[in-house]
């Protein structure tokens, strides 16, 4: 099961978020989600990218819902580009409507890249989903459906899709007397981490059932390429 439980918002209530999209009406819908689904929140919010990095350094968020297509000077590229060059501590989400094959390539496994990618025509549900993934965990959230969409100009291992701690996270849950909790322990994460983990690897993985049987099965398919 995916992330996003009334246990999730016990997490992510209180976190402080900046949305600079270009227009009113998502603004609106965003901060939504982030308040009243996630408990965040919004200290800031603009259309311009210029206003957006003031806002970033004068409350240090803990996340940025960035649009690409805004108002000013900057566009969402160049403001991402501009967080990254700083080293802002901010995780930075990409929500457009205008998401192009080179963007996402670009993105894809580039550490400089957004720690969050989707679409506007995402629902608030599967939005929630993403933010708190961003949120909670130090892994990339990309949607299957964007893989699928994008995939095809991409040539990596099945493994690349996951951060390096992802990929401690698969191998540790492959071992029979490794559960949960005992996962936690070694990692030194609290469970419910441990559970964020397990479900984005499930997701990039693309494994429809989420256990260790198939985490062994996905392993015998491809342990040439998974280095125990």
Not at 63 to 71: E, I, K, N, P, R
Not at 76 to 93: C, M, N, Y
Request: proline share 4%; with cysteine; charged share 25%.
């Amino acid at each position: 099961m995916l992330i996003y439980s009334e246990s999730d918002i016990q997490i992510t209530r209180g976190l402080r978020v900046v949305v600079c999209d270009g227009h009113p009406q998502m603004r609106g819908g965003l901060r939504n989600v982030l308040t009243s689904m996630l408990g965040c929140e919004v200290v800031g919010e603009t259309d311009r990218g210029e206003d957006a990095m003031a806002l970033l350094e004068w409350h240090k968020p803990d996340m940025l819902v960035l649009d690409l297509s805004l108002a000013g000077m900057m566009n969402g590229r160049a403001v991402l580009s501009e967080i990254r060059r700083k080293g802002l501590p901010v995780k930075v989400f990409v929500h457009t409507a205008f998401l192009c094959r080179d963007d996402f390539e670009q993105w894809f496994s580039d550490p400089r890249g957004p720690d969050g990618i989707d679409e506007k025509s995402t629902g608030d549900r599967e939005l929630a989903i993403g933010f708190t993934q961003v949120l909670l965990t130090d892994d990339k959230y990309v949607p299957v459906r964007l893989m699928q969409k994008f995939i095809s100009g991409i040539r990596c291992k099945p493994l690349d899709r996951l951060t390096a701690k992802g990929t401690i996270v698969f191998k540790l849950a492959l071992r029979p007397d490794y559960g949960t909790q005992e996962i936690a322990r070694v990692l030194r994460y609290k469970p419910s981490t441990v559970r964020s983990y397990l479900a984005i690897i499930y997701e990039k993985l693309g494994l429809e059932q989420h256990n260790r049987a198939a985490l062994m099965m996905f392993y015998y398919d491809h342990h040439d390429e998974v280095a125990m």
